[in-house]
């Protein structure tokens, strides 16, 4: 990610030079998203390959899908940071790119795990984690405290509440067995934390999770 993200601000000292410094660092923008979730594609791919290795079970690369970056969400994302709600090139402009940026060059890692996962899992018994960064939001501690249920045909969980990331969200995705065995332990503590919370409340919504979390720190 740091690499993509100096490209962006690389970018945003050329957009001054452009006849329209707007679209200029649009266009920029989608093109980042485009070389850097390529990329992050590829380093999903090389993970998954040496993780199965690992488990004994022989998948070619040609076997993962990989997930192309989406040029549709990085148009869309860098209009919206870029013009914002007033149509104006604002001073905070940089800030939304830099969050959507993180979000977007991630998803594809993240959906190409998930691809994975969903195609070789079942041999293996393992499904794809949320594994939380350092001072995780509520939203993201929620979905990760759930364990390796994402990309798995055997879970209730949806591909789609895998692919829950918000923008700066640096959170990872990892493959792991169904059965817990070797998840990381910063998960294994989300999910004792949310059976504590589930004990504690009968509002299972994230925003009583939120304050609970909150009430926690203060005490």
Known sequence: MATAQQSLLEANLLAGQAIDPQLFMVDAFTEIVDVYGTE????????????????????????????????????????WAVFGVQDEFEA??????QGALTRLVLQSYRETVLNAARDHGRRTRTAVARVPEAGA?????????RGAVYGSARSAQSTKDGNR????????????????????????????????????????TLSSYTKWLKEGASR
């Open 40 to 79: 992050s594609a590829l380093a999903a791919r090389d993970y998954a390959l040496a993780d199965y290795a690992a488990r004994g079970e022989r998948v070619r690369a040609g076997q993962i899908d990989l997930a192309a970056p989406s040029l549709e969400q990085a148009d869309k994302s860098g209009r």
């Open 165 to 204: 990331f918000h923008d700066n969200c640096r959170c990872s995705t990892q493959i792991a067995r169904i059965d817990g065995r070797d998840l990381p332990q910063s998960v294994r503590h989300l999910e004792r934390e949310w059976a504590q919370f589930s004990e504690e409340t009968d509002s299972l």
């Open 137 to 145: 939001c509520a939203f993201c501690r929620m979905l990760a405290s």
């Open 92 to 97: 905070a402009a940089l800030d939304r790119l």
